[in-house]
Each structure stands twice: as structure tokens, then as C-alpha cells.
Nanobody, 115 residues
Framework: QVNLVESGGGLVETGGSLRLSCATS????????MHWFRQDPDKAREWVAS???????YYSASVKGRFTISRDNAKSTVDLQMTDLRPEDTAKYVC?????????WGLGTQVTVSS
């Protein structure tokens, strides 16, 4: 059974930092592309960052320079280091991968940035 479990969310002040982690199991992590998305109840789901199986990383324009995605293939985890957080970063952050054409989502972890 494939599982993605996010952790590390919380309440932080503007300008603060948080590190999110996604623990995975049930699939071959090292050969899988991993992604972070975020979703606010009033907005559409937004792609945040990706880590490919080749080690490449990609970021949305809204977080580039502030967020860093990293993966540990030995532990099957993918992290998202977030710095210089802003109120507009408030959302539920969700880990994602695709296996055999099927999208797999975690339940997410809430990040709230106070102004």
C-alpha cells in the first residue's frame, strides 16, 4: 500500500521558516518524481516544487528563492524547507507522486503565516 504522510506544519510569523517532511512507503521512491502542492480552501490547488528521480528540482515563481525541496532516497522522504514565509503562503501543503499513471496524495499539513 502506497502511503504519503506529511508533517512539520504549524503557525509561524511573517519572515519565519518551517521545514515540511513527507514520509513515503509502498513504492520505489528513488525512481519516482516527488512534488509538493498547496491548497487554500478559497483557491485552486497550486503546484509548489518538484524533485525528479534524476535529482533535478523545480519551483513555482511564487516560491523560487525562498523554498528548497530535497529528497533522501535512503529514507524515502522528501522535504520542503520554507524561508521568508509570507501570509500568502498560508495553505495546506500536500505531497504527491504518480505511480503507474495514478496520482497519489497525502493528507497534507497545514501552514499558517501570521501577519
Amino acid at each position: 500500500q502506497v502511503n504519503l504522510v506529511e508533517s512539520g506544519g504549524g503557525l509561524v510569523e511573517t519572515g519565519g521558516s518551517l521545514r515540511l517532511s513527507c514520509a513515503t512507503s509502498g513504492f520505489t521512491f528513488a525512481t519516482s518524481h516527488m512534488h509538493w502542492f498547496r491548497q487554500d480552501p478559497d483557491k485552486a490547488r497550486e503546484w509548489v516544487a518538484s524533485s525528479t528521480s534524476d535529482g533535478d528540482t523545480y519551483y513555482s515563481a511564487s516560491v523560487k528563492g525562498r523554498f528548497t525541496i530535497s529528497r533522501d532516497n535512503a529514507k524515502s522522504t522528501v522535504d520542503l524547507q520554507m524561508t521568508d514565509l509570507r501570509p500568502e503562503d498560508t495553505a495546506k501543503y500536500v505531497c504527491n507522486t504518480r505511480i503507474d499513471g495514478r496520482e497519489i496524495w497525502g493528507l497534507g499539513t497545514q501552514v499558517t503565516v501570521s501577519s
